[in-house]
């Protein structure tokens, strides 16, 4: 899993990479064989960047470059979810990376910046043989996950289930769309699947524009009972033929949407 050896990862900080580990093996089932998700506990984070040498130890993990960007941040909820973001995308990298380096330098030498959109963009060599990564990371109260793909382009939503879903209803889940998740017991649930169906298809396909709930439609829906997985069809509105598949999972209090871009089949 994580390219560290785990002789150079602090005892404090070990549990954090198992549980990467652990949310690798479990979501598997949203990536496919091309990419690869990957959640981080910022609840677990928190305490070690409050520490000098266990923060030291992380910050050794960034390039130059991200290293400098961290310094800069002032806001203890900006620090800890762009750093709980950058690892998990990271650790993301190590699974999809062929190289097998064993040190920490493979972190290191792999930059994730802005770009003109502000999405993470990776500048580093070749994986694979193929061409660079495509990285999604998101946030949401207590969680980083980071989505890494060898496709083209990517996006991962996370979402956790509150009744502001509710409160904002009008904006993002119309009827037909609410229709198709009929099956589902809890509204808040329904919400959540096209929120995070939608974010997803957003970050990949529309990261340009600033408002889209209008033109993502969601049209189909089904469930895998094996993977515990929905799939959902997106399809974007006035571009013929323009679908997207989503996988979604539900896991405690939260949902998980990725998208590769690949079109609904």
Not at 138 to 143: E, F, M, V
Not at 184 to 191: D, F, K
């Amino acid at each position: 899993m994580t390219r560290i050896c785990p002789g150079l990862i602090p005892q404090a900080c070990q549990d954090l990479f198992a549980k990467m580990d652990e949310s690798a093996l479990r979501f598997s089932s949203l990536a496919t064989h091309n990419g690869r998700v990957s959640l981080l506990d910022l609840t677990q984070l928190l305490p070690l960047i409050e520490q000098g040498a266990d923060l030291q130890f992380l910050t050794t993990l960034l390039s130059p470059a991200e290293a400098r960007l961290f310094a800069g941040f002032k806001y203890p909820k900006r620090r800890i979810e762009w750093l709980g973001g950058r690892l998990a995308a990271k650790h993301c990298l190590c699974a999809l990376d062929a190289v097998g380096q064993k040190t920490s330098a493979f972190y290191r030498d792999y930059a994730l910046l802005p770009d003109a959109h502000g999405r993470p963009a990776l500048d580093a060599p070749e994986v694979r043989g193929l061409s660079i990564p495509a990285i999604s990371i998101s946030h949401s109260r207590g969680y980083a996950a980071a989505l890494v793909t060898a496709t083209r382009t990517c996006g991962i939503d996370i979402q956790l289930i509150t009744e502001q879903l509710a409160n904002v209803q009008e904006r993002f889940a119309s009827a037909d769309e609410l229709a198709l998740l009929h099956q589902l017991p809890a509204p808040l649930t329904r919400l959540g699947i096209i929120w995070t169906a939608k974010e997803a298809v957003k970050k990949c396909l529309l990261s340009d524009q600033s408002t889209f709930f209008g033109t993502i439609r969601m049209t189909e829906v089904s469930y895998a009972p094996k993977e515990a997985t929905w799939k959902v069809c997106c399809q974007i509105t006035g571009q013929a033929r323009i679908t997207a598949a989503v996988r979604i999972a539900e896991f405690e209090d939260y949902l998980v949407a990725c998208t590769l871009g690949e079109r609904y089949a």
